[in-house]
Structures are given as C-alpha cells and as structure tokens.
C-alpha cells in the first residue's frame, strides 16, 4: 500500500499551507484521501472507498469538516456483468437512505432507463427511458415525472450519414410540439463548425455559434451571436507560431471592430503550458503573467506569478510530492 501527497506551498516562504494525501491499496486503487486546507497538520476533509474483488468502487464515506463522523455515505451496487444498477445516497449520515438511483440496460450494455427517488421511500419520482438507432447512438430520451406511466418530455436526436449528431427537438410537454430545436454542423474529423438553438422552432434562432479550425485541427476563429438577431456579438481568434509552442487568442467581446482581451501561451515539446500572459484591456500592455516549471514526471512543481505585469513575478506557489509505500 502506498501515500502519495501533494504539499501546497502558497507563498513560496516554507510553509506548507495545503496538503493533499491519498491512500492507495496494493491494487493501486484509492481506499482514503484527506485534505489539511490549512496547513496545519490535521486533515479538514476526508473520503475513505471501499472496493470489491474486481475494482469496483463500493461505498463512499464523506467527512466534510474533519471531525471522524461521515456526514455523507454512497452506496454502489453492480450486476454480474459489472454494470451500475443502483446508487443509494444516505445524506446525513444516519444510516437511512436519502435518495436512490437504478440503472437498467439493454442487451447490448447500452442504457435502457434510469429512476430517481428523492426521498428515499423506494418510490421512484422521475423515470427516463432511452432509445437508440441502428448506429446505436441515442436516439430518443423520454422522461416520467411521478413514473405514472405518461411521457411528460421528449428529446429527439438526428444524425447525419457519417454518425455526427444533426439535430435534436425537445419537446418539454411531450405534446408533439417541439419546443426546442437545436442545430449542429460537424466536419468529418467531428469538430463542431457551426451550432444554432431556435426556440418555438419560428426559425428565429435565439443562439448560434460558428468555428473554424486550422489544416491540423486547432482552434482559428469562433463568432457568436448571443441573442440570434444575426448581427455577430463576440468574436474569437487564435493564432500559432510555425512549431505550435505559442499561442494568441483575442477576444472582441461587444464587436466594435477592436479588441478588448489578449491572451498569450508559451508551451514546451510535451504541450506543458510554459508561460501566459493576460491583456485585460488589450492596451498592449499585459496585465498579469504566470509561469510554470514542470518535474521530470511533467508535473507542476512551481507557479510564479506577475500580478502587475511590469515583468517581476513577486509571489509563487510550489508543490511538493511525496510517496511511501509499505
């Protein structure tokens, strides 16, 4: 069995502010996890789990203010093949079950219908059924409020011929008339080009959003128009150095043609963040600035900061991490 432990140094002046500590099993799953929010030795927080021969997590015990009594206990329950069929939440920690969830499924392992009990009296509130296509992609969620047998809302998914979702109609009194539509465009790596919600389906959309990307798939612009008048609101772009270490995104945020954020990254070969700065205003003067320094297993070990932007980082938080195993 192992502890590994996160120590928090805020401040960078030695002192250890904030530790985080995990227990593991020799399996290597997580049996306890505490949090010493302020540094001073005895643990604020704490989760203990319990697994079964197969990994599969059993009961969560939570103490939220580190006094020994679990204010909070979930209780997990499987099939023989593995799969979730009830959750049991006891809320307060009196040994009574405060809410309870069930899971059923298909033959094929794909979700049939979910119940919810919010008080616990074995009744269910609310059921959801879901359906799926031959591409056995959800097609369908119908949910039951008071599970008395009516569909009280509907929710319809399209897709296109490559699997991409098209469509979905939601009809929130399960009348036949559909309330909201919304409108989704995908290219065939499945990055989103353009999105349009239309409420009432008046073919006024009230929300659309377009984007585009670069040839190796980053992010080149996004324009949204917030309020579906047709008239674009906010507008970002991202632009890249040839090796893709350095990124800038600005924002012009009320469309006046100017604009009024830049944020710059600086990355390494492995993607870790290096540096970024912040133009809050886009004055061309930045306005705060961080940077981080990274261990060999590519974690974080130190953040400065530069509050001001004027070049000199005057604080910084460093982490520690430790491990022992028996």
């Not at 008395?148 to 979702?165: C, N, P």
């Amino acid at each position: 069995s192992c502890v590994r432990s996160t120590l928090i140094d805020r401040g960078d002046d030695g002192t250890i502010d904030e530790t985080i500590s995990g227990s593991y099993d020799p399996r290597g799953l997580l049996t306890r996890e505490e949090r010493d929010n302020d540094g001073d030795g005895v643990a604020d927080e704490a989760t203990e789990y319990e697994h079964d021969a197969d990994g599969r997590r059993l009961v969560e015990r939570r103490d939220g203010n580190g006094d020994g009594i679990f204010e909070r206990v979930t209780h997990y329950r499987y099939d023989a093949n593995g799969r979730l069929v009830e959750t049991r939440y006891d809320l307060d920690g009196d040994g009574v079950d405060d809410r309870i969830s069930t899971f059923a499924y298909n033959d094929d392992g794909s979700l049939r219908e979910e119940t919810f009990d919010g008080d616990g009296d074995g009744l269910a509130d609310y059921r959801i059924r879901y359906s799926y296509n031959a591409m056995g992609k959800i097609e369908s969620v119908a949910t039951d409020l008071g599970d008395d047998g009516t569909v009280d809302s509907l929710e319809r998914y399209v897709y296109d011929a490559r699997g991409f979702l098209s469509h979905s109609d939601y009809d929130s009194g399960a009348d036949g008339q559909v309330d909201t539509r919304r409108n989704y465009v995908y290219d065939d790596q499945g990055r989103l080009l353009s999105y349009i919600k239309d409420d009432g389906v008046d073919q006024k959309p009230e929300n659309a959003q377009t984007h585009s990307f670069t040839v190796d798939g980053k992010p080149l612009e996004s324009r949204y128009d917030d309020n579906g008048d047709g008239v674009i609101d906010r507008i970002t772009t991202f632009t890249y150095d040839e090796g893709g270490s350095e990124k800038t995104e600005t924002s012009d945020r009320d469309l006046d043609g100017v604009v009024d954020v830049i944020y710059h990254g600086r990355f390494d070969l492995k993607g870790h963040l290096l540096e970024e700065s912040f133009d809050d205003d886009a004055d061309g003067t930045i306005d705060r600035r961080q940077r981080y320094v990274y261990d060999e297993k590519g974690r974080v070990v130190r953040i400065e900061h530069d509050d001001d932007g004027d070049g000199v980082y005057e604080n910084a938080d460093s982490f520690t991490y430790t491990e022992i195993c028996r």
